[in-house]
């Protein structure tokens, strides 16, 4: 059985949130990607503290699939250093899982 797992990265944006999704969706690289937010994002950068609204994006996709999901996110991204966190499935619906692994499959 494959592995699976879901994938979170953020932007700064509603319409930035929707074109990563889509687009790794269209590039076979994730089968499903969630949209959440606005949410508060609270961090340290350059040295300053921040707070944004950002917005989620949780992508479904498999282990083999993981280097060109994050490949696309790397390309696709305005931030110079793009949150990319993946998360493994430990357990999960036989059906959805195979959904996946279908809409992931490369060709």
């Known amino acids: 059985m494959a592995q699976y797992l879901t994938v979170l ?3 700064d ?3 930035k949130a929707q074109s990563l999704a889509a687009g790794a969706v269209e590039a076979r690289v994730a089968a499903c990607a ?3 937010g606005p949410v508060t994002s609270v961090y340290r950068w350059d040295g300053a503290m921040q ?3 950002e917005w989620r ?3 479904k996709t498999t282990v083999e699939r993981y280097p060109a999901l994050e490949a696309h996110i790397r390309t696709a991204h305005d931030y110079d250093t793009p949150e990319i966190i993946a998360t493994p499935v430990t357990q999960g619906s ?3 899982l195979a959904w996946v692994s279908a ?3 490369e060709g």
Do not use: K, W
């Open 9 to 11: 990265t953020t932007t």
């Open 57 to 59: 994006v949780l992508y």
């Open 51 to 53: 707070a944004d609204q």
């Open 94 to 96: 036989a059906d959805y």
């Open 34 to 36: 969630q949209i959440e």
């Open 13 to 15: 944006s509603a319409e």
């Open 103 to 105: 809409e992931t499959t």
